[in-house]
């Protein structure tokens, strides 16, 4: 699989992440897991798009790499720091994330998390040169 076919996998299945957590959190709040009296389905309904934004953003730092190693150019020390702090902010929030929403009411924004992570995981592999992007290799 090519490095922009799994950048592809892993903007799909972030993109699920709003959708099913929000309709998971509302689901929740109609069969009144929630207190009524707080703001309790906000405050995840916020970390759902907060995480989705930085995790767009830190693609976006990562861009520059992805160009120049798509394009067998050499990349400059502040290029490869740029996509390696991306990378481990991503990593990191993605696995805040997992351990937030463990949660037996949470079940499908787990797992759309966890499928978000694997995908995430094998398109860093590939950027990185861990894992071959060319499947004759």
């Not at 109609?30 to 309790?40: L, N, P, R, S, W």
């Not at 790499?65 to 020390?77: E, F, I, V």
């Not at 463990?102 to 995981?121: D, E, Q, R």
């Amino acid at each position: 699989m090519k490095i922009r076919h799994s950048l592809l996998l892993y903007l799909a299945s972030l993109s699920a992440i709003p959708i099913i957590g929000g309709y998971n959190l509302y689901s929740n709040f109609e069969g009144g897991f929630y207190a009524v009296e707080h703001d309790i389905i906000a405050i995840p309904f916020a970390a759902i798009i907060g995480t989705l934004f930085i995790s767009l953003v830190a693609l976006g730092l990562q861009r520059r790499y992805r160009s120049r190693k798509l394009n067998n150019m050499p990349c400059t020390l502040l290029v490869k720091s740029i996509s390696i702090l991306a990378t481990i902010v991503t990593a990191v929030l993605l696995v805040k994330n997992l351990i937030y929403w463990m949660h037996p009411n949470h079940l499908p924004t787990f797992f759309t998390f966890l499928t978000v992570s694997c995908f995430y995981t094998y398109y860093q592999l590939q950027l990185y040169g861990i894992k071959s992007a060319d499947p004759n290799h």
